[in-house]
Antibody, heavy 115, light 107 residues
């Protein structure tokens, strides 16, 4: 069965970076792009961008350019998102989802930015 | 970016009741509309894609429809397991955008 397994919760200080992972299983990894989505209580669901898991090509929502960096390791069927220059506004749950209808989602990673 | 205006923000309904949630797109998105259900502490789950197509494993009491740029999600007979937050999402134009959500509660 298709699964997207994300890494654990992160507690980070303002100005630092975090890198979260999304390991796919149960399907051919390079047949689907992986998208990343941010969820906060105030802003709801926001689309960050996606990575083409075959080529490594990326698309970023303008709002997240410079904030998020998407990478992929085909050998381990894992997608990564690095968030940099963290501020309290980056505190959120971050999901990966299989692109093409967002038909499968990871369980989410809570990132808390606090001094 | 395309704006998706979802209503109502919250809804209280009884078991077996018919429930309808609507989503208005700020411009033409064709049938590029999906609906998701999110239960507390869980990830969103795809219910409807292409405005009217039921995702795999989704009960047939869920249905989607379109009238111009207004989209509706209907639950024909509300069940306890349907409680949660529902979101619409347009996939017509990048970036994909979501409605603000409708919180569905039991009366």
């Amino acid at each position: 069965q298709v699964q997207l397994q994300q890494s654990g919760a992160e507690l980070a200080k303002p100005g630092s970076s975090v890198k979260i992972s999304c390991k796919a299983s149960g399907y051919t990894f390079t047949s689907y792009d992986i998208s990343w989505i941010k969820q906060t209580t105030g802003q709801g669901l926001e689309y960050i961008g996606y990575i083409n898991t075959g080529s490594g090509g990326t698309y970023y929502n303008e709002k997240f350019k410079g904030k998020a960096t998407l990478t992929v390791d085909k050998s381990s069927s894992t997608a990564f998102m690095q968030l940099s220059s963290l501020t309290p506004e980056d505190t959120a749950v971050y999901y990966c989802a299989r692109t093409g209808g967002f038909d499968y989602w990871g369980q989410g990673v809570m990132v808390t930015v606090s001094s | 970016d395309i704006q998706m205006t979802q209503s109502p923000a919250s809804l209280s309904a009884s078991l077996e009741e018919i429930v309808t949630i609507t989503c208005q797109a700020s411009q033409d998105i064709g049938n590029w509309l999906a609906w998701y259900q999110q239960k507390p502490g869980k990830s969103p789950q795809l219910l409807i894609y292409g405005a009217t197509s039921l995702a795999d494993g989704v009960p047939s009491r869920f249905s989607g429809s379109r009238s111009g740029t207004q989209y509706s999600l209907k639950i024909s007979r509300l069940q306890v397991e349907d409680i949660g937050i529902y979101y619409c999402q347009q996939a017509s134009s990048a970036p994909p955008t979501f409605g603000a959500g409708t919180k569905l509660e039991l009366k």
